[in-house]
């Protein structure tokens, strides 16, 4: 059974940072691309950041470059999103995603705000 569960949202000021964790279980988790997405109240969902297998492959939205920062453990099944230097258009739940695979988990909440 495939799980996704997400972690480490939170309310922060903006300025600050946060670090999104998203372990993984019922799947090989090493052969699969992973995303990290986010869905703002009244948006659709969209791609913040993805990572290949073994991270040599990573790409950024334009929105979070220089900013946010995507990395894998894949002992641990976990991949991580470190955010930095919030800011309000930032607030969404965040999803991680692995690629080719249907399902989503709860996600996250971030919420930014001073």
């Known amino acids: 059974q495939v799980q996704l569960v997400e972690s480490g949202g939170g309310l922060v000021q903006p300025g600050g940072s946060l670090r999104l964790s998203c372990v993984a279980s019922?799947?090989?988790?090493?052969?699969?691309?992973m995303t990290w997405y986010r869905q703002a109240p009244g948006k659709e969902r969209e791609l913040v950041a993805s990572?290949?297998?073994?991270?040599?492959?990573?790409n950024y939205a334009d929105s979070v470059k220089g900013r946010f920062t995507i990395s894998r453990d894949n002992a641990k099944k976990t991949v991580y999103l470190q955010m930095n230097s919030l800011k309000p258009e930032d607030a969404a739940v965040y999803y991680c995603?692995?690629?080719?695979?249907?399902?989503w988990g709860q996600g996250t909440q971030v919420t930014v705000t001073s």
């Open positions: 995603y692995a690629a080719g695979i249907v399902y």
């Open positions: 019922g799947i090989s988790f090493s052969t699969y691309t």
């Open positions: 990572i290949s297998t073994f991270g040599g492959r990573i």
